[in-house]
Every structure is written in structure tokens, then in C-alpha cells.
């Protein structure tokens, strides 16, 4: 097996993506489920740029498409999909969460101007 440059450099950057992670994990700066799902994403980006072809095949064969690259591609069309998903619902709760929060400081300043009064 022949190693390419990409092969190289993509799992040291990995590796360095999960120590960071694992860093910001120590500080209290990423959560435990941030910090498994990041780790888990970059070790399966470094193992992929260590056997492309071998994974991709397998990804083409799981879904029962003939070449390995349209594979690829839509499996990561379905990963981008899900994750805006998911975006789009982490967006939604953290707008409710502004709208209650902007509606108790309104209601505990017209509680202040109700007793000064």
C-alpha cells in the first residue's frame, strides 16, 4: 500500500482535532456529548483518509450503488441534511429560549417600576 501525502497530514490534523476537543472537554468548555461526537467524527475523517478505497466500497455496497465515488457523494448529501436538521433545531430552541428570557426581564422591570411607583 502506497501512502499518499493526504494520508499523512489528514490523521495528524485529526489527531490534533481530538486532542483539542478532549482540551476543551478538560476546561468545561465542550460538553461530553460535543466532545464524543467531534472525537468520533475526525477519528472516522482520519481512518478514511487512511483507506479510501476500501471504505468507500463498503459505504457503496451497503447501499447497493455500483460506484464507490456516487457512494461518497450521497452519503454525505444524507449527513449534511441531518446536520442542518439538527441545526435548524438547536436554532429554534435557542430563539424560545431568548423570547422567555427577554419576556421575564420585561415583566421584572415592570415589577420594579410597579413597587417605585
Same mark, same amino acid.
Given at each position: %500500500? /502506497?501512502?499518499?501525502?493526504?494520508?499523512?497530514?489528514?490523521?495528524?490534523?485529526?489527531?490534533?482535532?481530538?486532542?483539542?476537543?478532549?482540551?476543551?472537554? #478538560?476546561?468545561?468548555?465542550?460538553?461530553? =456529548?460535543?466532545?464524543?461526537?467531534?472525537?468520533?467524527?475526525? %477519528?472516522?475523517?482520519?481512518?478514511?483518509?487512511?483507506?479510501?478505497?476500501?471504505?468507500?466500497?463498503?459505504?457503496?455496497?451497503?447501499?447497493? $450503488?455500483?460506484?464507490?465515488?456516487?457512494?461518497?457523494?450521497? +452519503?454525505?448529501?444524507?449527513?449534511?441534511?441531518?446536520?442542518?436538521?439538527?441545526? +435548524?433545531? %438547536?436554532? /429554534?430552541?435557542? =430563539? %424560545?429560549?431568548?423570547?422567555?428570557?427577554?419576556?421575564? $426581564?420585561? #415583566? =421584572?422591570?415592570?415589577? /420594579?417600576?410597579?413597587?417605585?411607583?
Amino acid at each position: %500500500m /502506497k501512502l499518499e501525502v493526504y494520508q499523512i497530514i489528514v490523521p495528524l490534523a485529526s489527531l490534533g482535532f481530538v486532542f483539542n476537543l478532549f482540551r476543551r472537554f #478538560l476546561k468545561s468548555k465542550a460538553s461530553w =456529548q460535543e466532545a464524543a461526537l467531534g472525537a468520533a467524527f475526525w %477519528m472516522s475523517v482520519g481512518i478514511f483518509a487512511l483507506f479510501p478505497d476500501a471504505i468507500s466500497k463498503a459505504i457503496a455496497n451497503f447501499f447497493g $450503488i455500483k460506484s464507490n465515488i456516487n457512494a461518497i457523494i450521497f +452519503f454525505c448529501l444524507g449527513l449534511i441534511f441531518f446536520f442542518q436538521y439538527k441545526l +435548524f433545531f %438547536m436554532l /429554534k430552541k435557542n =430563539q %424560545m429560549a431568548t423570547t422567555e428570557l427577554a419576556r421575564k $426581564i420585561t #415583566l =421584572q422591570q415592570a415589577e /420594579k417600576e410597579d413597587l417605585q411607583s
